[in-house]
């Protein structure tokens, strides 16, 4: 199976979905355009990042108005869209989510972010798991950031079937470690990796960009310009994935026993 996969970046407005929506239709349409039939798009990015004080005041229900004009985006465009936001889970609880919509604007999963990283502790509560879910007829799972420098996040839905990784990220770390980790956990599991990484300053923090697809052998298909909004893409193949796995049956040999 083969799918042309695209991976975002931009400068979100804070607290401005409107604005927000208006950057994301425009990277949908483009993406769309060139063939994909999946949008990966950063962290956060629906939202905008925020402080402390300002993480209940923008965030969004995942059944609400926002979201269901993401939804109808999707269906609109006839393109998939997997992108982060402020999730109100409670009366006073926040999360820091991803959704993952497919082209008939339908919602086939939401993630939260699992590890947070300290500052995020102020205001979003960890989530518990890592699922995978199908769209645009791939197996895919979902992480935000911070969890790519945890393998054993890619690894848990590497084992439950996941071929493909759709990251969210505000990464300001150095971007040759962003491109390492991304490399290392397509390789260490033998899957796609798209990774959408988030434009501009928030705070102290500037979020370079860098938006990359890899391989299953921890090859660079397309990578973003630092500090340029723009849309990249590279094809998955399924038959990659199979091949690697095939040579290499890294999930098949865990011994997860010894591991302890």
């Known amino acids: 199976m083969r799918a042309t996969i695209a991976c975002g970046q931009f400068i979100p407005t804070s607290g401005d979905v409107p604005a ?31 402080a402390r004080a300002e993480a209940a ?14 939804r109808e985006t999707a269906a609109g465009i006839g393109i998939g869209l997997c992108l982060g936001f402020i999730e109100r889970v409670g009366p006073d609880r926040c999360a820091n989510s991803m959704a993952c919509v497919d082209a008939a604007g339908t919602v086939c999963g ?4 699992v590890h947070l990283w300290p500052p995020e502790r102020e205001w979003a509560a960890p989530g518990a798991s890592f699922v995978p879910t199908e769209v645009a007829g791939i197996r895919a799972g979902m992480w935000i950031c911070y969890d790519t420098r945890f393998p054993e996040a890619a690894r848990s839905l590497a084992r439950a079937g996941a071929t493909l990784g759709l990251v969210g990220a505000a990464w300001f770390g150095p971007s ?12 260490d599991n033998g899957m796609f990796v798209a990774g959408a990484t988030v434009l501009g300053a ?34 998955y193949d399924s038959a990659v994935v199979e091949g ?10 865990l011994r997860p026993d010894s591991y302890a």
Request: charged share 25%; net charge positive; with cysteine.
């Open 202 to 235: 928030f705070g102290a923090a500037p979020f370079r960009g860098t938006s990359m697809i890899v391989d299953p052998h921890g090859t660079v298909l397309a990578r973003a310009r630092e500090g340029r909004a723009e849309v990249i893409h590279a094809d």
């Open 57 to 70: 005041a923008w965030a969004v229900a995942a059944d609400g108005p926002e979201m269901a004009r993401v």
């Open 176 to 187: 040759e470690e962003w491109e390492l980790a991304l490399r290392a956990r397509a390789l």
């Open 244 to 253: 690697f796995r095939a040579r290499l049956p890294l999930l098949h040999d």
């Open 20 to 50: 927000n929506m208006a950057l994301i239709r425009a990277q949908a349409r483009e993406a769309r355009a060139a063939g994909a039939s999946l949008l990966v798009l950063p962290e956060l990015c629906l939202t905008g990042y925020p």
């Open 110 to 113: 939401i993630y939260r972010k």
